[in-house]
């Protein structure tokens, strides 16, 4: 694999949070923008109306992104769904969010291109991200450039891999193939050790994380508590801003 020449001026650090005190967290690691969400467990769906409230006031000089998943599960939505997405974005708009990020599938494996003309339109001028959706579609090339005609601002993926990493060949592909004209974000098992190593390899300059710590001790497994995941470190979201320069 070759290394990518690129500027590192440009490079921007994106952090998963489901709570205030994961804002609050990236904010103090120096993240440049949050993607907002709720139920990880589930890998994520559309945070509460309280939750979009509060992180935006509390997001300081950092940008805010929402995701809009209706349900956990896959990403082939009927049109209960795809109204629901459609209100949430509106919603999310209203309140002042700089962003969403969403993502739809046909059967096939394809870009759902309607839903996402619908989404795209609900959004207006704030910015579009496809989500890992893009992960499972069956020709990402394809998919690559009906998301640059649809508009899409970037897409965060993983590649043709479980993680950024396990993908870094078919990102820096995507890079390639992207040429500015939409931003290609890895995500998945990004962290300090590789983030470096990651822009280097791929070319990419935006990079998502949920920077995770050590998960909580909650008692007992069978505790209504068991489970709960870790919260954003801060010195995690540092050691990755460090890293990108």
Known sequence: ???????????????????VADVEAALRGGADRVELCMALTAEGVT???GLIAAALARAGRMSVTVLIRAREGDF????????????????????????????????AGTIDVE?????????????VTFHRAFDVCADQGE?????????????L????????????????????????????????????ANIGWLRAATGACEFHSSARGEAPSCGDAGSMFAGRPAGVDAAIVAAMRRALG
């Open 157 to 192: 993926t993983s590649g043709d891999g479980s993680t950024a990493t396990d993908g870094a060949d078919a990102l820096a592909r995507l890079v390639a193939q992207a040429g500015g004209r939409i931003q290609v974000m890895p995500g998945g098992g990004v962290r300090p």
């Open 47 to 49: 945070p509460s109306a």
């Open 1 to 19: 694999m070759g290394i990518v020449t690129m500027d590192v001026a440009k490079c921007e650090l994106e952090i998963c949070c489901a709570s």
């Open 76 to 107: 082939v939505y009927d049109e209960t769904d795809v109204a629901a997405m459609v209100s949430d974005i509106e919603y999310a708009r209203r309140c002042g969010a700089d962003g969403v990020t969403v993502g739809a599938l046909t059967a």
């Open 143 to 155: 998919a690559l450039e009906q998301l640059v005609a649809l508009g899409c601002k970037r897409v």
């Open 115 to 127: 839903a996402m003309r619908r989404f795209m339109s609900a959004a207006g001028d704030i910015d």
